[in-house]
C-alpha cells in the first residue's frame, strides 16, 4: 500500500489525540538534552544515539510526550511505514504507561521489565509492517536490536520467544496488539481497504 506524506502527518495527529500525548520533534532542546544523559548516566542508552535515532516516549504524570528524530511525513516511502510502524509501537508504550502506574520506573530499572515492554510494542510493530508490506520483521533482528536498550543476552532471548509466537499470529492474519487494530482501522477507512480484516482472538470454552 502506498502512503503519503498527508496520510503519514495525518495518522500521527489521530493516535496522538487518541492516545492523548504530544509530539515533540528531538531537537537541541535543553529538556532533551536532560532526558539523554540521565538514559546514559543509567547506562540505559547513549546520549548520542537517543538524540539522533530513536524516538523516545515520556509518560510521567501529567507529561505525556513522544519525542521524534524525523520529520514526520518525510523520507523514502520504507521511512514513511517505518514512521507509522514507530507511532504505533509508541502508543503501546503509552498504554502500558497508562495501564500500570509503575510502568516507566520499571521501564528504567529493570533490563527484564524493559524486555517485557519492548516485545509487547515490537508485537505492534511487526503487526504494522506485516500489514504495508506482508512481510514479517525478523524476531531475531528485533530481539538483536535490544541490545542498543542495555539489554542483556538472557532478556533479549525471552523477547525472541515472544516476538516468534507472535510472527506466528501475524502470519495468519491475526493482529493482538490493540493499538494495532485502533490503527489498521483507521488505514482500512483512510484507502477503503475491504480485503484486509481484523482477527481476533476467541476465548475458548471449556465444557
Ligand atoms: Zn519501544
Redesign the pocket.
Known sequence: MRVTEKDVQDFWKYMAKKYDFKVVKKGDSDEMKIVGQALDQMNIQKKKEFLEQ??T?VIFGGWRCVYVPFEIGKGSHAQLIHQIATCV??C??VVQADREVAQQIKYLTSDASRAY??AD??RATMEMHWYFTGRILSPKSLANGLKS?SIGKADRRIAEKHLIIASKVVKRGGVITGTSKVAIRWWNRRKKVTSFRNVSLIPLKVA
Open positions: 530513536y524516538t516516549t509501537h509508541e503501546q508504550h515492554y519492548e510494542a515490537y536498550y
